[in-house]
């Protein structure tokens, strides 16, 4: 069986640009303070909660999964690009980071205490949101929690150059009360939103939506 036209097209972009894309947003996260804030309240909470293994779905180059690593949790990195993914085990040899895509995890089910997502399910289709949420919720153990971070707009865009290089990637921005009708519907409890203006070099706003599984 095929896979959907997504996630081959997802992969590919960010295989042709990967390299640019890793050094251009490595250290993003240290000029984002409400982002931090959100990622160390995910933390805590998860920790609070006994801990355990969580998941970083997305990972990219790695950036993210190594601050919530060097926030106490026990995190692995998530990836469906080979060349992010090489880039991050090169860049935080100690972490561990799997290749796989968030349309089918490969974990038992309820063995999560949290999943983290930071601008990835920004590539997924409505229609194929819903499932992708259920596979969260199954993985997640019953009161784990969830961290999403994107982009706060309701926009489909198309995307065709970046850094130099052509590619097709589709980007489906969902408002912070779209996402959380979303999350609501696969069962987790909402409980924290926070939003935030596009900074300079950015050019859309931002939400960050924390759930728990019940």
Known sequence: ?????????????YDTFAGAYAEHFHDELAGIPVERAMMAAYAELVLAGGGGQTLDVGCGAGPGTAHLASLGLDVRGLDLSPGMLALARARYPRLRFDEGTMTALTVADGSLAGIS???????????????????????????????????NLDEDRLRTEAFGHTFTLNYHFRSADRMAGFVTEAGFDVFAQASRKAQTGEQTPRAMLLARAC
Do not use: C, K, N, W
């Open 1 to 13: 069986m095929s896979e959907p036209s997504f996630l081959h097209d997802t992969r590919t972009a």
């Open 117 to 151: 997502s930071q601008y990835s399910v920004i590539h997924v289709p409505d229609g194929e949101l819903p499932s992708v949420l259920a596979g969260f919720r199954r993985a997640l153990a019953d009161g784990g929690h969830l961290l999403l971070i994107f982009q």
